[in-house]
């Protein structure tokens, strides 16, 4: 299964990971999260989010390298709205 995990600095991360386990516990009622963790399952893969203050860790898996891809674009995309009074910086690396 392919996955990938990225850091993202920010001052933010909790906020950031609470507003899109919020907005995607909508859709994904299996979703859990607290504090410092969501756990999101998502269509052909899974998202972990963890937070701290310095940032967050984003760990993706997929079922295969497109979907993987195709994944990373949606939780940017998520991310970066909540996170329109800053430019996070998304630094993929391929487990």
């Known amino acids: 299964m392919p996955a990938s995990t990225a850091r993202v600095a920010t001052a933010h991360g909790r ?10 516990s909508h859709r994904f009622p ?16 899974t998202l972990t989010i963890t937070a701290d203050e310095t940032g967050l860790t984003l ?11 195709r994944m990373q674009g949606v939780v940017v995309e998520h991310l970066n709205r909540f996170a329109f009074r ?7 690396i391929e487990d």
């Open 15 to 24: 906020k950031y990971m609470t507003q899109v386990a919020k907005h995607w």
């Open 59 to 69: 760990m993706l898996s997929a079922s295969d390298a497109a979907g993987l891809k």
């Open 30 to 45: 299996e979703l859990t999260y607290d504090e410092n963790r969501a756990d999101v399952p998502l269509p052909g893969g």
């Open 86 to 92: 800053e430019t996070l910086v998304y630094a993929w």
